[in-house]
């Protein structure tokens, strides 16, 4: 019999007592296979991050032969994995001649970006600026970065020189711009006054999403672009926080991609989709320019398991899966697919307010109160961000009970299936996801 673990495990992300969730004993592409024998379409692949399905068999068999050969040898040694996917990891981003610092997960190459980019720079405390409304990590720093209300109670980013500065939210434009791209460009020329107003000299980095956030804003196209701008004719560096929206979820291997070479930014962090979430690893990718003014210098950072063989031969494995089963390309295809599909749904339920996203399988949909499209409406949120309205939790609860997982964010409702998802369960979980709209938000008569 299953051992149960509700009273002796502490679950993230949870109030304790609430906890409840089924045990999952095996996948298979998009679904999980549960402890009673049934099984669970995954239409958020868990955390953003089994971008390749459950139990992808080129994972396995990586994961295998590596622990045949070689489990463990510290970052101190050189292990082939690690290296194979470091030159693999530069040639995909374009990043020849730059190097890439291997960490746990996504809070600890955020945090390691920023060591970098204060030595790098030399300005050993220089400030960070991030952006309000997004997610980071949950790691001390991480979270001084995230601009997160909740989290913010818990940590002073000021005493980790951190800044916020408004994100590029078009549908609530905080800058006050009704046209997306104008709200975009806002938003960077706002890191701009930011840096001129402490000082370039002062400021080491400026770190963000580069379009789809994890808190389920997208930027307008106008934004990174005009972000890279501001921040190289500053002399600060831009790391792009690629942790969620790379690996084929923003329909490119990294999300900057899209903007084209002269968006690249000078560092990138990576986790989730690296290794298809098999074995923990995250990644700092840093660019020649930058890697080359600490070369001589000592790096004062680093845990036991960097850069562990086991995760980075999963690591060699998902990126050859990406490129040889067509997986960028197939997230494009489906991701316009789900946004059409997404804003099928928003003509038939006046709740959807806003959908976005869809250059790859991550589409969002904002709740609201009272917003058909051309309505005038103050389109007013379901929920006060970040709480997840009660209609909203009891459809994911009816989902779950037919056999679909969604994720919500406060008003929001995420789509973001792993790329492998087949196109029949993307019809039959956009079918599903009709009934509980009008069942659970009808039109007031
Ligand atoms: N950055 C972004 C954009 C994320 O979405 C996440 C996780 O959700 C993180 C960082 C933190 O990654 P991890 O949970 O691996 O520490």
Known sequence: MAIEERHSVLHSWSVQADWRAPTVVGGRGARLLLADGGSILDMSSLAECSNLGHQHPRLIEAIRAQAERLCYVSNAWGAQPRAELASMLLERSGFEGGRVFFTLGGADANENAVKIARQASRKPRGA???????YHGATHLAMALSGDSRTQQQVDAAAFNVQHVPPPYAYRCPFGSANADECGERGAHAVA?????????AVAAVLMEPNAGTNGIVAPDSYWPALRRVTAERGVYLVADEVMSAFGRCGEWFAWQRHGDDARPDMMTLAKGLTGAAVPLGAVVIAQHVAARIEHEMLYTGLTYCGHPLACAA????????????????????????????????????VIGDVRGGHGLFVVLELVQDAPADSGSTHA??????????ALKALVDDAMAAGVSFATRGNLLL????????????????ALLDTLLARHFAPSP
């Open 128 to 134: 960070v600026i991030a952006r309000d409304r997004s």
């Open 315 to 350: 690591g060699v494995a998902a990126l050859q899966a990406y490129a040889e089963e067509g997986l960028i390309e197939r997230s494009r295809r489906l991701g316009a697919q789900l946004f059409a599909d997404a804003q099928r749904l928003q003509s038939r339920h006046p």
């Open 381 to 390: 949120p379901l929920a006060p961000w970040p709480q997840t309205p009660p």
């Open 415 to 430: 789509l973001a299936p792993p790329l492998v998802i087949e196109e029949r369960e993307l019809a039959d979980a956009i």
């Open 193 to 201: 006054e930011r840096i001129d107003a402490l000082g370039a000299d």
